[in-house]
T-cell receptor, first 119, second 114 residues
Framework: KAGVTQTPRYLIKTRGQQVTLSCSPISGHRSVSWYQQTPGQGLQFLFEYFSETQRNKGNFPGRFSGRQFSNSRSEMNVSTLELGDSALYLC??????????????????FGPGTRLTVT | DQQVKQNSPSLSVQEGRISILNCDYTNSMFDYFLWYKKYPAEGPTFLISISSIKDKNEDGRFTVFLNKSAKHLSLHIVPSQPGDSAVYFCAARDYGGSQGNLIFGKGTKLSVKP
């Protein structure tokens, strides 16, 4: 089974621009989460999507947004880029079984990330 | 305030010996804990997890111990191998929170020397 894929792998943008990152989850996984990793802050949760709906959101400004499509693929967008947005952006997918299915799978599986550099 | 803390930024161990990575948490509502390994320029790789109803889970060379009263968990790697050199992240899930939100520690860089 193919893993989580993210495109592009590397991106260089200038301040004020906007950027869109893409994530394709593992086949059958319905939950997609996004994280930002910086050297000082570690991995910080951005938001989670399930069935095309944002289910949970971290403590990031409104410049960070996302969406999920019917095939579970997800995109995140950052508008009006700032130097501090330079980071590794990671997407993770998980199975998220229906309640009562008897399957417990809280593990998230990460993609390789998109390295965003803002100059 | 950090809810998941990995107080040792780095750890160096000799090949063949045991590596013990520690993690403390503050939120008693956490009900599931995970360990991830991360190499540079790659995404984190899931290693092992433990539910809060257990105190130990083992998978090959990796064992995770959970002490709920102390709000502490640890990852034991025995025997350590040079290929285990990576950054290890501890993560926790908040009971009642959505599945997609894991709270991560800042990581411990493990170096296993031949």
């Amino acid at each position: 089974k193919a893993g989580v894929t993210q495109t592009p792998r590397y991106l260089i943008k200038t301040r004020g621009q906007q950027v869109t990152l893409s994530c394709s989850p593992i086949s059958g996984h319905r939950s997609v989460s996004w994280y930002q990793q910086t050297p000082g802050q570690g991995l910080q949760f951005l938001f989670e999507y399930f069935s095309e709906t944002q289910r949970n959101k971290g403590n990031f400004p409104g410049r960070f947004s996302g969406r999920q499509f019917s095939n579970s693929r997800s995109e995140m967008n950052v508008s009006t880029l700032e130097l501090g947005d330079s980071a590794l952006y990671l997407c993770a997918s998980s199975l998220d079984p229906q309640l009562g299915s008897g399957v417990s799978s809280y593990e998230q599986y990460f993609g390789p990330g998109t390295r965003l550099t803002v100059t | 305030d950090q809810q998941v803390k990995q107080n040792s930024p780095s750890l160096s161990v000799q090949e063949g010996r045991i590596s013990i990575l520690n993690c403390d948490y503050t939120n008693s509502m956490f009900d599931y804990f995970l360990w991830y390994k991360k190499y540079p320029a790659e995404g984190p790789t899931f290693l092992i997890s433990i539910s809060s109803i257990k105190d130990k889970n083992e998978d090959g060379r990796f064992t995770v111990f959970l002490n709920k009263s102390a709000k502490h968990l640890s990852l034991h790697i025995v025997p350590s191998q040079p290929g285990d050199s990576a950054v290890y992240f501890c993560a926790a899930r908040d009971y009642g929170g959505s599945q997609g939100n894991l709270i991560f520690g800042k990581g411990t860089k493990l170096s296993v020397k031949p």
